[in-house]
């Protein structure tokens, strides 16, 4: 029978505790590090993600609910019913805009926000374009809703672009990975439209430096004379 969220929290409690605790008996962090394997190894382990984001009371027991979620998107996403694909991408995007909306939120759930960043891309290597071919759109409209969502984005879409032009050698097929450079190309224009909107009106630093972060990024794959070209 699956851990009750409140049975999580103690689980990974007295696991994070135990470890940072040199002097700690090693039985309970053997026991707990036994019961959290367990879990991990459930597969329907990732059904009970939306409640550990909802109702878990220790910020390890949310990343390891996510954790387990990463796992299932790289392992198991071509094997899922499409309703519960849609589920997940749905559940993560509003997860992202709910850490993000505020700039409060956006500082006080930073560590939570990044590893749902990460999962966002997971998702997005196996979805896009092909199932998601509205995402840069989606992404540049939702940014017009908050000055810290836009700038999360700018994150989001940094890590975007690590992932298909300097890391997909070693995780993506040569077809996949053509795919992606291709859409991303294609969908240049608009992402650099966006970011001389936010370059040229914004005046919060941290959102300027997330921009600028990002276009550096770009650099690293985009012709040079576009930027120099371009009005």
């Not at 392992?75 to 505020?102: A, H």
């Not at 040569?174 to 190309?185: G, I």
């Amino acid at each position: 029978m699956a851990p009750t969220i409140e049975e999580l929290d103690v689980m990974v409690r007295s696991f994070t505790r135990a470890a940072a605790n040199r002097y700690a008996i090693d039985f309970p962090q053997k026991a707990a590090q036994a019961a959290l394997n367990q879990f991990k190894e459930d597969p329907d382990a990732w059904l009970l993600v939306d409640k550990i984001l909802t109702d878990a009371s220790y910020p390890q027991t949310k990343y390891l609910g996510l954790q387990v979620l990463d796992h299932v998107i790289m392992t198991r996403w071509k094997v899922l019913p499409r309703e519960q694909c849609l589920g997940i991408r749905n559940f993560v995007g509003q997860s992202i805009v709910d850490c993000s909306s505020t700039e409060e939120s956006l500082k006080s759930q930073r560590t939570l926000l990044n590893k749902l960043n990460l999962v966002l891309i997971s998702i997005l290597k196996q979805e896009w374009p092909h199932n998601w071919p509205t995402f840069i759109n989606e992404i540049i409209g939702s940014c017009q809703i908050s000055l810290s969502i836009c700038e999360n984005n700018m994150i989001i879409l940094r890590l975007l672009s690590e992932e298909v032009f300097d890391y997909s050698a070693d995780q993506m097929t040569s077809a996949k990975t053509r795919n992606l450079k291709t859409t991303m190309c294609n969908e240049f224009s608009q992402i650099f439209q966006l970011c001389q909107e936010i370059l040229t009106t914004a005046n919060q630093p941290t959102l300027i430096k997330a921009t600028l972060e990002t276009l550096l990024r770009f650099c690293n794959w985009i012709p040079l004379g576009y930027i120099f070209e371009t009005p």
